[in-house]
């Protein structure tokens, strides 16, 4: 089976209810996956450690620490 994923930003309503229009055919099974937000203060620290990985990546300066 064939799968094809779409990704919506949305606010839940009152009660907890959300409201979304996709594009597939009334009647189709899905399944929904809800990611909150988190309200973390280390998230922006966590996440430019994440993404700045590639200073690490450096093979001039691997070669001098296999050489100390």
């Known amino acids: 089976m064939t799968q ?3 990704r919506f930003a949305a606010e ?3 009660e907890g209810k959300l409201e979304l229009k996709v594009p ?3 009647g189709t099974s899905v399944e929904v996956v809800v990611l909150a937000a988190q ?3 280390a ?3 966590v996440n430019a ?3 700045s990985l ?4 450096n093979p001039q300066d ?3 620490w296999n050489d100390a």
């Not at 590639?54 to 990546?57: G, H, I, M, P, Y």
């Open 39 to 41: 309200n973390d203060e």
């Open 49 to 51: 450690a994440e993404t």
């Open 12 to 14: 839940v309503g009152a």
């Open 54 to 57: 590639e200073f690490w990546d």
């Open 62 to 64: 691997d070669a001098d």
């Open 43 to 45: 998230a922006d620290l």
């Open 4 to 6: 094809t994923a779409y």
């Open 24 to 26: 597939v055919p009334a």
